[in-house]
């Protein structure tokens, strides 16, 4: 079975600092990894996927088969960078998410 | 752009009452997913329906079952419940893979129910 974990629950940076939110999962296979994102009062919403290698809002994160992480980084650290964030895999030809427990990411001023 | 729509948003009930939830995913998506997620835990699958057909199923209740209609809309039923099933339940959609219609894995997601059970 597939397992997502995410260390920190809580993770706060100043401003302008980079971040780092670490993701790592337990699977046989090729795994499909995401991060999705919860700001304040809004709905669950993706932020990055693994396969399309894009930056998003400032946010990368490269998929570690060898480490089995899919860490998401961001260079500059700002304020609406506050928010829920979790990482996800699904199994290839499986489209259920299986989660991580989440990491609240506070961004102080 | 319409998004998935859940309702009721808010719902509360007392031990051993049955609840209803309901999902309307987003139009021209075809698989409905729903995921509950209790006080400070991760969202856990419980089930999911492709072209109204249960397409996989998690860690739900044998005292939960789920259905999804000739519109696509699904209703997720609750019977006895218990106080530890009070829990936001999320409700996401996703146009199928095999549809033609985009193969992003992107799941789109509800506001959610949250259920208190008193």
């Known amino acids: 079975a597939q397992r997502v974990t995410q260390p920190e629950k809580l993770l706060s940076v100043f401003k302008g600092a980079p971040v780092e939110l670490k993701c790592n999962y337990s699977y046989s296979g090729s795994p499909e990894l995401f991060w999705y994102v919860q700001y304040s009062r809004q709905r669950l919403q993706l932020l990055l996927r693994?396969?399309s290698r894009e930056s998003i809002k400032g946010f990368t994160a490269d998929l570690n088969k060898g480490e089995t992480s899919f860490h998401l980084k961001k260079p500059f650290a700002q304020e609406e960078d506050s928010a829920m964030y979790y990482c996800?895999?699904?199994?290839?030809?499986?489209?259920?998410?299986?989660f991580g427990t989440g990491t609240r990411l506070t961004i102080i001023p | 752009a319409a998004g998935v729509i859940q309702s009721p948003r808010h719902l509360i009930k007392e031990k051993r009452e049955t609840a209803t939830l309901k999902c309307y995913p987003i139009p021209r998506h075809d698989t409905v997913y729903w995921y509950q997620q209790g006080p400070g835990q991760d969202p856990q699958f419980l089930i999911s329906f492709y072209e109204k057909m249960q397409s996989d199923k998690g860690s739900i209740p044998d005292r939960f079952s789920a259905q999804q209609f000739s519109d696509y809309h699904s209703e997720l039923n609750m019977s006895s419940l218990e106080l530890g099933d009070s829990a936001l339940y999320f409700c996401a959609s996703s146009p199928s893979r095999t549809s033609g219609r985009g193969d992003t894995g992107e799941l789109f997601f509800g506001e959610g129910s949250r259920l208190t059970v008193l």
């Open positions: 996800a895999l699904k199994r290839r030809g499986n489209e259920k998410l299986t």
């Open positions: 693994h396969i």
